[in-house]
Each structure stands twice: as C-alpha cells, then as structure tokens.
C-alpha cells in the first residue's frame, strides 16, 4: 500500500532505539588522534608569550598548534558569516572568556587535556566590556584594534520601515507604550556538543571531515576558500547529529585546528568539545537590547511601532544570516497586525563576550521581533485595561488582507489569523480561566493566562534578496528511479533530528505513489548530495521540500513519455492516478511506475530527444518566505512566597500550511515550547564585571526538564503557503519563536495585582519575587 | 600507570588495562566501542551517559571506570533480547518519543527501570523517574507517552517466549 502525507513512523528511529546512531563522536579511525583547546581565562587581555615547550616534552603530545603555527599557513584567522573575520588561535589578544589559545594533538583524549596544564601563557589582563550599553561609551576599551581604522566598538547601524511617517502616527497617537526589554544572551544547547574528526590523506591531497555542521555544502565551500584546498578535494561528512537548532551552523575554531592537527601528523584527529566550551565559545542566541514603542488609539486600534535595538554580537561579528540583513529578519516585528507605519533602527556592538548571535531556532531574528511586539500589545492591554486576547482579535490581519505587504515591506504569504486565534481560546476555554483567575485572585493566588500570536517568516529564501557569503540560498535535489521501481533521493539539507529520511521520503511518495519505505533519502555526505546551504531558519522543507516535489514531478512527466512509448499511445492520451499512468478512458490500459522504470532501463525506443532511465534534479529558487503562524496561550500559578513559576498548561494552535507527516510536526513544535519554558523562565548567559562567564556549565546554565513542563495541548489550522509546491510552510522554529512571549505575558497577568508591567527574561524565582517587590532588576549582568 | 578492571557489560566479560581515572562512559564507548551510551555535559545534569550499574540507572560520566570493577553493566545494547525490541523501544517508536536520538539512551534505560519497579506509572512518576535527564527535541511529552505505550505492552512482551 503506497502512503505519502501523513502519520507514519520514522524510519530514522530503528537505529536510535538500539543505540546504532553514529554520530561524530561515535567514529573510530585506524591511528587517529585527539585534540583539545587551550582557552583564555581573560575576557581581554594582550596575550605576551605563549611556551609549549612543556606540553611538546609530554610524551603522548604529537602537536601543539599556536597562532604562530598558524599564520605561517595563512590560518590564524578566518572569515565569519558576517564577512567579519574571527581569530582561530590568538596571535595578539585574546577577547573573550574561552577564547581559543592553543591546541594540542596527542594519543588519547585525557593525554590531550593533561598537556593543555603545560602550556604557559603569559597574559596582560585589560579592561574588558560586556554590558553592550557601555560598549559605545567614549573611553570604552577598543576590542577590535585588529581591525584597520577601528575606532569604536561599533559594528553597523541597519534600519527599515519610514522614520518620519512612524513619527507622524506617533505625534497624534491617543495612547503611547514605551518599554526597554532585553531578551537575553542565551544558548542553543545541543545534547551533543560540536566536534569535529578530520583527515587528510596526503597521499591523495584529500581532506575528509566528520562533522557536527547543519550545512555541510555550505561549509566545504568555506573550508576550501579558508585553507586553499581545491574544493573537489574536501568531502564533508555529517552523521547523525545530536540536535543543532543553530548551533552547528558557523565553523568554529576547533574544526580548523583538527584539520591543521591531521595535516601536520598525517593522522585523523578527531576534537570534541566539552559542554563548557559549548556554552562558552559557541555561537550564542539573543542579546538583543531593545526599546520598543506602540503607537494605538483608544479604542484599541493599534497603529505604529517603533523600535531601537542594541545588538551585542560579542568579540566578533559572527551572526548567522543572510548578507542583507545584519539584524536577521528583525523587520517582521510589525507582528500580525495591521499598521500604519512602523519604523526600526538596530546598532550591533562589539563586546568582550563569545560571538554567534542568531542561532537557537530563531529564524534569522524572528524570535525576537515576536517577543517584543507581544509584549508591547499585551502593554497596551494593560493600558487599556482591555482584554488581551480581544485586543489582538481586534488588531489581526484578517484573510483577505493576503497577500499582505508590511510597514517594513515583507510580502505574508497567507493565513487565517482570528480562526487560529479562536481555536486556541476555545481548547483553552479561556473565558472559564478567566473566571477561575478572578476567584484565584480572591484568594489571593496569583494566577496568570499568557497570550501570544505569532507571523513567522522561513524558508530563505529567494536569491535576489538571500545569501550567505555571497552563497545563494537555494537548495539542490537528484532524484532517480531505479530499475525496480525503487527510489533514491539525494538532498542538500541536514537533519539534526527532524527526521528527512522519513518526511523526504514521503514527499517522493505522494507525488509519485510509491511506499515510503521504497524512498532512500541520502543526506550528510558533500561527496554524495547536490549542492545547498544546508538546515536552519526552517528552510529545509519551504526550500529542499519544493525541490523534491519538484523533482518528482518531472519525474512523473518523463514516466508519462516513457509510458506512452509502451502503450503505443500519446502522451497527451494518458492520465495519471497515484503511481501508474493510464489510457483516458480505458484505465486498463496502463503502466505502474515500476514497469515504466523498467522500460526506461530497457532497449525500448524512447522518442526523439527523450533520455533513457528515469531521473530529475531541481535546484529551487523559492519565489518567497513562507510564512507560518500561531496562537499561543499559557496558564501559569506563581508562589507569592518564593516567587517560583509553574505552568500549568499550555495550549499551542499552529497554522504551517500542509502538514507532511503530523506526528513529525507535532513534535516539533512540543520541542519549541519547551524551549519557550526555558528561556522565559530560566536560561540566560549572564557575565559579571569582570566578564567572567556565568553560565558555563548545566549546572548554572538551567534547562527545563519533564516537571517544568507541563502536557502541551496542540490545534492546528491549515493555511496551505500558495507558492509552495506542495503548500507547506516550515514548522522547525515556530515554537519557539511564539512561546517565550506567551509565558511572560502569563507571569506578568500573573502579577498584575502588584502593578507589574514588564519584567526582562529569564523570569526565575529571584525576578519574580523582586518584581513583587517594584525592583525588577537585568539579569543578564551580575551587576545590580 | 594502568589498573586491570573486569566488569560484565550486558552479559558479556570483559578485563581491560586502564588508566585509574578513566570514566565508566569513555570506557564503554572508547574501550569496547558500545557507542550507544552518549556523553552530554560532563556534570550529571543531563542523562545522556545513563546505563545500569547493578540493575541501577547511573550517569557513567561522573562514574570512573574503576568503580565498576567486578560488577554488572547494562547498556542500551543490551536492551533488545533475542532479536525482539524491549517495550520501551517500540514505545519510543510508536509514540515518537525521540528526534535527535542523543538522549534516547539514557531515557529508555532510565524507562526500563521504572517500569521494572513500578509497572503501571502514571504521568507524574514518568516525569519524576526522567527530571534527572535533558531532552532538546521532545518537550518531553512523547516520551512520557511512550514510556506509557512500554508500560501498557509490557505484560504481552514478557508472555511471549
């Protein structure tokens, strides 16, 4: 029986239950070495002197690389996505805490870490900027000296939307909000650190690479403008990966020293990081500081926003984003409503902190720009003392606004916004939660109800505004029919747990009426898979998932031809229904898709110009974003005593167009709001003066786990995207992206009877219980 | 310097030379190549590295190889008996109790114990029997659910010979 959309099991998971995953880590090469990074202890510092004569004496050490070892390879630097450049090992300063030093190749892993105690570093320590407000102060430490004619610790300023129209709205506007929010520095935090196992076979001039990347094509290219090596000669492998959720989109510097550590000892070495260095060095998320104003009339028409951001991208300008946009697509914070003008201005700074910056399933920004117009509306709520679901009711697009331009010119595909809105209120019941938080309120419990509506903009994207490094965001496919009737899917993008061996392959399947099973999709090899830039901002399916189908259907049309040289009929003649073409009007007369593969295969005589066997490829170009939505609603109960916040439910109704494979989806977006839990509530990579890192281990760096999260409650509507092959919208993020608003806004309902207004994430027990007390306080500092 | 351990991991003996600070997860994973058992975070928090020391779930991090000498080790390798998945296995698959596959490991072994002790959980002991280990991908619910699917299949499994 064929099956394309729809429930099904994963095909991945035979091998994860039995422990058969193969992830980087997980590789055992004949001879093969391990490394491990010296990092800085200095948040600034100029680095003196660096002695590894010690480390070089320990017998197991094979290598012990430096910045000076480097440059002489023309290596101590590399570029970032950001077409800033990054230091691999320091060579003159070191500018954040963990920064790379050194790194040690030797027999064993334990061997590696002991040799990285004999190197001596001599260090002058300097003063070291980390809240990003002081970043621009005159007198600031100048982070990027590196840099020719850097005077500041400015990076760029970027804005969009009409400056004076916003300001006209804002002149005359009955009401007026204005809020400083700070989503703070926070971590992807994959279960699998990053890693890498490089070898170079001299013999060959060939540099294969197991690594933990959500794009390998991507990266290869990058590796061979980064060391030089002709790119036919750099194979890039991703196994299975523990999860990435951005985090395994930049090279970092580990990746390069691996390659230089085969290179220099002939042998693979393989270096994995620890979680520390995760959290430390990695591309963080966030850190965004933002002030936000909305422009609204009295009767609760909401009319303009306005935003200023400072953007803290730490020691290097390493964002993750298309090229166009330094702020991601921080533009879409006019939200889901309907403005009259909105306006924003975004300055990114340099600080002593690790680079990154747009990671942890934030679509290029998204997250942000939801948290803050969320906030804002539920603001004007308060203001107005109105209902904040029907206030957003009141402002949403309505859906024959669609296609609908924003203030700040992106182009929302479709949606149905008050139907999502309602299916939420009504699996929430939300007008019985509201009685019950009245008779709560009564007795004095604080219980609040969070609402948060969300546009999501994924799928980069179209290649006259997207890129990477000068990269087009557009991702290839081969397909091919084997003689059997089986098929063979090759795909660009990379799964880090989303399951494309099953939604891939079930995408051949319902265009071409096969079993999935009969679907191979191989992915995670540059050696075996058409070109792409790879998954992340939700792209793999608007972008690799129209590819397919796309494919696919040329298939089909090839088969048509094939199948009407069989039959002896024209190819206008023939209809097709799920896996066969048929005689219109005499369905007997027909060939399955097998028996055409076959013949495809075969010495049967093909029309002019027609090519034997049965395959297509696709490089897609998508024409737009898609662009999914959601209504989120949450119930949280706060401890007066302890300031402690549990939530009670949380009811998630997602619009992602047509759904492939549900139960896919479905746990996708429960891994979202899980996320939303844990940013709203307890993660944050807070520093002290000093610069110290304080969130370096799972110790201090707080993950929800099973009790902080309750049994989601999940609706969905069905917006098919019109420009979709198939009417899919990506889903990865949406969650994530629409959550973290939903649970502030439900602490803050929660404490509306002390007045709270605003309270900047992570909201822990702490923040709460100074919120109660009228002194919420940064948190991102351990500075008060 | 090495010290001889021996220890039964899933049934089998096994005696290996080793450094005295080498971790129970390195030498599974390292020395006998059972790469199931994942390592996440080096400090206890996140169940990655959860196997059996003694019938009892461990994270085999912050153990030392050592520790376990001369006792019995059970890995997610040892999960499947003569070729049939335990519940908690085809749980995971029927009720999409995993994404990434990282934590899986960690959280079946950790199922198979509560299960072995408490047959018949409901939602909240499920969750307090996995608070101790971190999943990035599931929000939790579907695996809750799918120790649930374990817990419910669980007497016909072990009626069949």
Sequence with gaps: ?784 | MTIRIAMTVNGTEYARDVEPRLLLIHFLRDELGLTGSHWGCDTSNCGSCVVWLDAKPVKSCTLLAAMADGHAVRTVEGLEQDGKLDPVQQGFIECHGLQCGFCTPGMMMTARWLLDHHPDPDEAQIREAISGQICRCTGYENIVRSIRWAAEHNAEHKEQP
């Excluded at chain 1, 822990?764 to 002194?775: D, K, L």
């Design chain 1, 1 to 784: 029986m064929s099956q394309g959309f729809g429930r099904m099991h994963r095909k991945e998971d035979p091998r994860f239950v039995r422990g058969q995953g193969y992830f980087v880590d997980d590789v055992q090469l004949p001879g093969m070495l391990y490394g491990a990074v010296l990092r800085s202890p200095h948040p600034h510092a100029r680095v003196l002197a660096i002695d590894t004569l010690a480390a070089e004496a320990h017998p197991k050490v094979r290598a012990v690389i430096t910045g000076e070892t480097l440059q002489e390879r023309n290596l101590a630097w590399m570029p970032t996505l950001s077409g800033d450049r990054q230091a691999v090992l320091a060579t003159d300063k070191v500018r954040f805490q963990g920064q790379e030093v050194a790194f040690v190749v030797a027999e064993d892993r334990y061997s590696a870490r002991d040799a990285l105690e004999l190197i001596d570093v001599e260090y002058e320590p300097l003063p070291a900027v980390v809240d990003a407000r002081r970043a621009l102060d005159p007198g600031a430490p100048l982070i990027r000296d590196d840099l020719p004619d850097a005077t500041s610790n400015h990076i760029f300023d970027w804005e969009t939307g009409d400056a004076a129209r916003t300001g006209a709205v804002f002149d005359d506007a009955e009401v007026t909000i204005t809020q400083d929010m700070l989503y703070p520095r926070v971590h992807p935090a994959p279960l699998e650190t990053c890693g890498v196992v490089a070898h170079f076979d001299q013999v060959s001039g060939k540099l294969t690479l197991w690594a933990t990347t959500q794009a390998p094509h991507a990266h290869r290219t990058l590796y061979a403008m980064v060391t030089g090596l002709p790119e036919h000669k750099i194979r890039i492998i991703s196994p299975d990966i523990g999860g990435g959720f951005g985090n395994k989109v930049p090279i970092y510097p580990g990746y390069l020293c691996a390659i230089v550590g085969s290179m220099l000892t002939g042998q693979p070495v393989k270096w994995m990081e620890d979680r520390s260095e995760n959290l430390m060095s990695t591309c963080f998320a966030r850190d965004f500081h933002m002030r936000g104003e909305l422009a609204a009339s009295r009767d609760g028409t909401i009319r303009a926003i306005r935003v200023t951001v400072l953007a803290d991208h730490g020691a290097f300008n390493g964002t993750a984003q298309p090229t166009r946009y330094p702020a991601g697509f921080f533009g879409v914070f006019t939200g889901s409503y309907d403005l009259e003008a909105a306006h924003c201005r975004v300055t990114g700074v340099y600080t002593n902190k690790a680079p990154g910056g747009v990671a942890y399933s934030c679509s290029f920004r998204v997250t942000e720009a939801v948290y803050l117009v969320e906030r804002l509306v539920d603001m004007l709520a308060y203001e107005l003392d109105a209902d904040p679901a029907e206030l957003r009711m009141r402002n949403l697009l309505r859906p024959e606004q669609f296609p609908y331009t924003c203030q700040t010119g992106w182009t929302y595909d479709s949606g149905d916004y008050p139907r999502t809105l309602r299916l939420a209120l009504e699996i929430a019941g939300y007008a019985e939660l509201r009685k019950e938080q009245l008779a709560e309120r009564a007795r004095g419990q604080l219980m609040g109800i969070g609402i948060s509506f969300f546009t999501e903009a994924v799928g980069a994207g179209p290649r006259k505004h997207m890129d990477i490094l000068g990269l087009s965001m557009n991702d290839g496919v081969e397909l091919r029919i084997d003689p059997t009737g089986t098929a063979v899917l090759r795909i660009s993008v990379q799964t880090q747990g989303q399951g494309h061996e099953t939604t891939f392959a079930q995408i051949v399947a319902e265009e071409l009426g096969l079993s999935p099973d009969d679907v191979e999709v191989v992915h995670g090899d540059t050696d075996r898979t058409p070109f792409g830039l790879g998954t992340y901002g939700s792209r793999s399916t608007p972008v690799s998932g129209a590819a397919t189908a796309i494919a696919a259907r040329r298939v089909r049309e090839r088969a048509r031809i094939v199948a009407a040289a069989m039959l002896e009929v024209d190819p206008a003649d023939l209809e097709w229904e799920k896996g066969r073409w048929f005689v219109r009007g005499d369905p007997d007369q027909g060939r399955t898709l097998a028996e055409i593969a076959l013949a495809a295969h075969s010495s049967l005589e093909l029309p002019d110009g027609v090519e034997g066997h049965l395959d297509a490829s696709c490089v897609y170009n998508p024409p737009n974003l898609t662009y999914p939505c959601g209504a989120y609603i949450c119930v949280v109960d706060v401890d007066p005593g302890t300031g402690k916040v549990s939530v009670r439910r949380f009811i998630a109704v997602d619009d992602c167009g047509v759904r492939i494979n549900p139960m896919i989806v479905e746990g996708q977006v429960h891994r979202g709001l899980a996320d939303g839990i844990g940013m709203a509530l307890m993660e944050s990579i807070a520093f002290d003066a000093d610069g110290n890192c304080l969130g370096g281990s799972f110790m201090d760096y707080l993950l929800p786990t099973s009790l902080e999260c309750p049994a989601w409650e999940l609706g969905e509507t069905v917006t098919p995207s019109p420009h979709h092959p198939i009417g899919a919208k990506g889903v990865g993020e949406s969650a994530t992206v629409g959550s973290p608003p939903a649970v502030v806004n439900a602490v803050i309902d929660a404490l509306r009877l002390y007045g709270v207004r605003h309270a900047d994430m992570p909201l822990t027990p702490a923040q709460v219980w100074r919120a109660i007390q009228g002194r919420p306080l940064r948190t991102d500092l351990a500075i008060s």
